[in-house]
Every structure is written in C-alpha cells, then in structure tokens.
C-alpha cells in the first residue's frame, strides 16, 4: 500500500498548497476517460456458478492454482466444462507484473522482489514464469493449463487495475530512466492479449460480486 499512500499524502499537500499539480500530475498518470472503459466481460459473466479470485499479490501465483481448481472441481465433481462456469481473476496492486509480457520481465528487475524461478531451468525467471508453461516443466508454479494465458483462453475473464498499472509505469520509468509516456507506451504493448483494464481492482471485485460472483481472496 506504499504507493497509494504516498499519493493520498501527496494529494492532501496539494490540496493544503504544498505541492504543485504540474509535480503530483507527473507522478500519476490520468485515468481513462470516463466512459471509456471496456466493460463486454460483463456480457460474458453467465456460468451457473460464479467467483472471482482477488489477487492483490503475486503469491508465487496461487490466483492461477485457484481458477484452474474451481474449473476443473465443477468438472470433476458435475462433469461440467468451462462454459458452464464462471471464472474472473482481478490482478491488481503488486501483482500487475503478472500481466506482463515476457519482453519486461528479460532484464530480471520485476523479479527483483519475488524471486521466481523459470518453469523449465529452474534458474531466476528472466521471462513472465505465468505464461508459456510446457508441459513437464519442474519448476512451474501451476499446471500448463492453469498457466495465465491458458486460463484465458479457456474462457476465464481476467481484469487487470489501471490504478495499479500507472504505479508500475512509475516504476519502470524509473528502471529505465525513460519519460514516463515511453514508460506507459511499454506497458501497453506488453500487457498480455485479452487482458480488460479496470479502473480499479476493487471496482472490478466489487463489480463482479455484483454480477452474482463469490469472492476469494487469492493470497
């Protein structure tokens, strides 16, 4: 919760004329426009059973192990298949780095603070170790199908915090040493295919409860 509260501390300097808009608007990126938000998943939200996974840290990806569970339970148990199932995974907080691209993750800085390793090598994860998971590779953290691109195109709809995501164009603006539209630039061309941005993770949990979905907190 660090970034969020510097910026709330920063908010309320600014708010007391302690701070200049120009300094707080180049530290936090403006959100989408209202109205611009994509929000089909909802059409897609028609299992007979429904939850959403809460993941707000990357926890060596247990939100993966969660969905591909609640999947494969309702088939084992009711020989039901994905389609009669719902599943939503919220990412958000500190755990947008999963939704990224294997391009950010090659210099080893977002795994700087989980230290991962490579589902096949074993060796520190220099690629996003979610995604790509082989088949008998050791050292991954979930099974192939339960690997974050395979649950989507299972039919799991995945939600990813925009609130977030500008924090973590910070970070990588910073890492790089590049502008910080450069920055955002990266992150949407690595943000990984059929991914929806929400304006918040807790919009997004919150919406989906709303759509008749239970909630579990992947931690």
Not at 38 to 57: L, P, Q
Not at 119 to 127: D, S, V
Not at 139 to 148: E, S, V
Request: charged content about 20%.
């Amino acid at each position: 919760m660090t970034q969020r509260r510097d910026f709330l501390r920063q908010a309320s300097l600014l708010a007391a004329g302690g701070l200049a808009a120009s300094q707080l608007e180049a530290q936090a990126a403006a959100p989408a426009a209202q109205g611009s938000w994509d929000m089909s998943w909802t059409e897609r939200v028609t299992g007979k059973h429904r939850m959403v996974f809460d993941a707000h840290a990357i926890s060596d990806g247990v939100c993966l192990h969660q969905a591909r569970s609640f999947l494969q339970g309702y088939t084992d148990v009711y020989g039901m298949t994905d389609a009669d199932v719902t599943a939503v995974l919220v990412i958000r907080h500190s755990a947008v780095p999963m939704v990224m691209n294997d391009s950010l993750w090659a210099d080893g800085f977002l795994n700087e603070a989980d230290k991962l390793k490579d589902p096949k090598t074993g060796e520190p994860a220099r690629r996003n170790p979610f995604i790509n998971i082989e088949p008998g590779s050791q050292h991954a953290l979930t099974w192939p199908d339960g690997a974050l691109d395979t649950l989507i195109s299972r039919g799991v709809i995945v939600l990813a915090c925009d609130l977030a995501l500008r924090n973590f164009t910070g970070r990588i603006a910073n890492h790089r040493k590049i502008p910080r539209p450069d920055a955002a630039a990266l992150v949407n061309a690595n943000l990984i295919p059929g991914i929806y941005r929400m304006p918040t993770g807790v919009f997004a949990t919150c919406h989906a409860q709303q759509l008749g979905c239970g909630v579990l907190n992947a931690v």
